[in-house]
Structure formats: structure tokens, C-alpha cells
């Protein structure tokens, strides 16, 4: 009886805070997926935008921005989870961004598509993100743009110096 009553005044607590429609309601998939949908391209946005300002703020050029993550010796692991961190919110709001251009269709917008096509967001996004973080933990160095023959052209991006060898 005490346990029945916990959880009565317990939901009770929590719908007095929360609006009166996400008491009523279970959670379903659709929904948790246009919630995700919106966190993941905010964070997105996000993370572009900040990337964009610190290219402007820190001094330097790529070059030597690289060779300063080089020194920093950051590990292995921490380099993988920043990475990954980066490509599953890539992966999860591009699946879905072609499942709502589908719904801008008109096509899969009954109750049983919404969740089927919700799985298959989840699964291709399961997929896509094993595949790049495979591809993302490859052994592969650090090094700045490869200097080679095809590269010769651009004077913008190749200094004098590294022209002059294949002169």
C-alpha cells in the first residue's frame, strides 16, 4: 500500500511541474526522435559556429594549430572519443534530416511508418557510425596537407620554399 501511494504522490509531484500533456502521454519513439532530431542539429550548429569563431580568435594558421595538437600528446582513446563524438550526431541528424524530407513528401507519415522509419534511422545511423569510426581508428598520423606535384599550382596554399623542390 505504501508503494502505491509513493508512486501516486510521486507522479502526482511531477505532473504539478511539467505542462499537463507530457503527464497524459507515454513517450513514443516518433517523439523521442524529433527531440534528438532538434538536440543533435543544435549541437551541430553549435559546434560549427564555435568552430568558426576559434578559427578567427586563435592566431596562426592550420599548420601550426596541428603541430600545437601534436604537442598537447593527447591520448589515443581521448582523440577516438572526440571524434566519435562528433560523427554520431553527423550520422543521426543527416538519417533523419532525409526521413523528414520524406515526410515533406507526403510519404510515411502513418503510424506504423513513423515507427519503422524510426528504427531505420536508428539502425543506419548504428551502421554509418560503426563504419566511420572504424575508418576514424585507423592507425593514420597527424600530418598537414601531403606537398606533391598536383599541389604545385597553389601558390596560396604551398609557402615558396616548399615550391621550389619541384621546380
Known amino acids: 500500500m505504501a508503494a502505491l501511494l509513493l508512486r501516486h504522490v510521486g507522479c502526482h509531484c511531477l505532473c504539478v511541474h511539467f505542462s499537463p500533456g507530457l503527464c497524459i502521454r507515454n513517450g513514443s519513439l516518433p517523439m523521442a526522435i524529433s527531440i534528438c532530431h532538434c538536440g543533435t542539429g543544435m549541437a551541430l550548429s553549435t559546434g560549427v559556429s564555435l568552430s568558426g569563431l576559434l578559427t578567427l580568435l586563435v592566431p596562426g594558421n592550420f599548420q601550426s594549430n596541428l603541430e600545437l595538437v601534436k604537442f598537447l600528446c593527447l ?3 581521448l582523440i577516438y572519443t572526440a571524434k566519435s563524438a562528433l560523427v554520431f550526431p553527423l550520422m543521426y541528424h543527416t538519417w533523419n534530416g532525409i526521413k523528414h524530407l ?9 503510424i ?56
Not at 520524406?102 to 502513418?110: A, F, P, Q, S, Y
Not at 548504428?126 to 606535384?149: H, K, R, W, Y
Open 75 to 77: 591520448g589515443r582513446s
Open 102 to 110: 520524406m515526410w515533406d513528401l507526403g510519404k510515411g507519415l502513418e
Open 112 to 167: 506504423p511508418q513513423l515507427h519503422q522509419s524510426g528504427v531505420v534511422v536508428l539502425v543506419l545511423t548504428g551502421l554509418s557510425f560503426s563504419g566511420l569510426t572504424a575508418t576514424l581508428s585507423a592507425e593514420v598520423p597527424i600530418t598537414g596537407l601531403p606537398i606533391n606535384d598536383s599541389l604545385t599550382s597553389l601558390p596560396i596554399l604551398i609557402p615558396s620554399p616548399a615550391r621550389a623542390k619541384f621546380s
